[in-house]
Structures are given as structure tokens and as C-alpha cells.
């Protein structure tokens, strides 16, 4: 199995930015559809950005015009940057394919506060 590698998060002020990255132990095929998920605590994982193989993207709209999704598909590497972020950002951040049910890293935490 593919295993991610996510790293990039910490700890930032409100309005300051992030790049989060997520290596990949094999191949990313062009075709996968990666994406970020997120978890607070006692919330539902979420999913915040996809990237198809040929790089159309998409946001939950919570995200949009902040965060930025891209790939590299010769570096097997997914990046997610956060811009403006805001306390509600924050949680652990998880790459993975779209609809995966297994396969899931350690994430990398995101706080967000002042």
C-alpha cells in the first residue's frame, strides 16, 4: 500500500500562513485523486481540497481563496497551502486519496491562536 507522510503543520497566529506537505511512500499514479482532510476533536474528519491528476481542483467553501491544493506527481508529493488562516483551521491535517477508508497517517497539527 501507498503510505503518506504528512508534515509542514505547527503552531501560527491568526492571519499568518502554512505550507503543509505529504510525501508518499510509492507512486502516485496521474490518475488518483489526492486530497486533505481535516479532524478537530470531537468533530467528523473533513475533507478541505482535492486535486485530480491533471490538476483540477476543488474546496469545501470554508477554505476557498485561502488554501491552495497542488502536486507533483514525479515527487509522489501532495502540498496544501494555508493562507489567512483562522482559529477554526485548526486541527490535524491528513492527505489520502479521495474516499479512502484505510491508509491514513499521523497527520500533521495545525493551531491557529493568538
Known amino acids: 500500500q501507498v503510505q503518506f507522510v504528512e508534515s509542514g503543520g505547527g503552531l501560527v497566529q491568526p492571519g499568518g500562513s502554512l505550507r503543509l506537505t505529504c510525501a508518499a511512500s510509492g507512486n502516485i499514479l496521474s490518475w488518483y485523486v489526492m486530497a486533505w482532510y481535516r479532524q478537530a476533536p470531537g468533530k467528523l474528519r473533513e475533507l478541505v481540497a482535492r486535486i485530480t491528476g491533471d490538476g483540477r481542483t476543488g474546496y469545501v467553501d470554508s477554505v476557498k481563496g485561502r488554501f491552495t491544493i497542488s502536486r507533483d506527481n514525479a515527487k509522489n508529493t501532495v502540498y496544501l497551502q494555508m493562507n489567512s488562516l483562522k482559529p477554526e483551521d485548526t486541527a490535524v491535517y491528513y492527505c489520502?486519496?479521495?474516499?479512502?477508508?484505510?491508509?491514513w497517517g499521523q497527520g500533521t497539527q495545525v493551531t491557529v491562536s493568538s
Open positions: 489520502n486519496l479521495v474516499g479512502a477508508v484505510s491508509g
